[in-house]
């Protein structure tokens, strides 16, 4: 069945470290990939998006993810983190690449940045 | 982006009884889905939502459970109804516009 998987649950940094959050996919098709961030008490917003061209895609606040087709991965990175960041952060997928397809979420990583 | 107004933004409900939420976008839009975020949990799709046909229910969740409205292309509403305490979650619209699923700030429902 297709599915989504984050296997970062919840991950401690202090500010400044780099952050690499994996998520990956089960599919052998094409499909869209999106990373999402809720910060507290707020709702999703979207990071960055990946369709087609350069697997590498630089989103919003610092972050880029990189996709490799061989590997089912759309990981996550920022290179400095702050403590701002501290959020919930959830991969997407569509597996059917059509006009407004479903998005399947991944379980989320719950990211502390700690002072 | 589309904008999207959802309402109410919480709700405490009593067992059994039925709450409906409303999803107001500012674009016309085909598709809209309906997601529930459990307490600590990822979003779940609940169905998805076409202007003008039957909405398409994922598994696990049915029509008479959680009945949806799609009159036009701008406005849909989930109703949760004969709730139970599980029912206690985030449910969310989204919608797909121009590229990018947008999603609504959510109804935080606690069911006592």
């Known amino acids: 069945a297709q599915s989504v998987s984050q296997h970062n649950h919840h991950v401690i940094l202090s500010e400044a470290a780099s952050l690499e959050l994996g998520c990956n996919y089960s599919?052998?098709?094409?499909?869209?990939l999106f990373w999402y961030v809720q910060y507290p008490g707020q709702h999703l917003q979207l990071l960055l998006k990946?369709?087609?061209?350069?697997?590498l895609v630089k989103g919003i606040k610092g972050f880029e993810a990189e996709f490799i087709k061989s590997k089912f991965s759309f990981n996550l990175r920022k290179p400095s983190v702050q403590w701002s960041d501290t959020a919930e952060y959830f991969c997407a997928v569509t597996f059917d690449t059509g006009t407004a397809s479903k998005l399947t979420f991944g379980t989320g990583t719950r990211l502390q940045v700690t002072l | 982006s589309a904008v999207i107004s959802q309402k109410p933004s919480r709700d405490i409900c009593q067992r059994g009884t039925s709450l409906t939420i409303q999803c107001q976008v500012d674009?016309?839009?085909?598709?809209m889905f309906w997601y529930r975020q459990q307490p600590g949990q990822s979003l779940t799709l609940i169905a998805t939502a076409n202007q003008g046909s039957e909405a398409t229910y994922e598994s696990g969740f049915v029509i008479d459970k959680f009945p949806i409205s799609r009159p036009n292309l701008t406005f849909s509403t989930l109703t949760v109804s004969n709730m139970s305490p599980e029912d206690s979650s985030i449910y969310l619209c989204?919608?797909?516009?121009?590229?990018?699923?947008?999603f609504g700030s959510g109804t935080r429902l606690t069911v006592v």
């Open positions: 599919y052998g098709g094409t499909v869209n």
């Open positions: 674009s016309q839009v085909t598709m």
């Open positions: 989204s919608v797909y516009f121009q590229g990018d699923y947008t």
């Open positions: 990946y369709f087609s061209g350069d697997p």
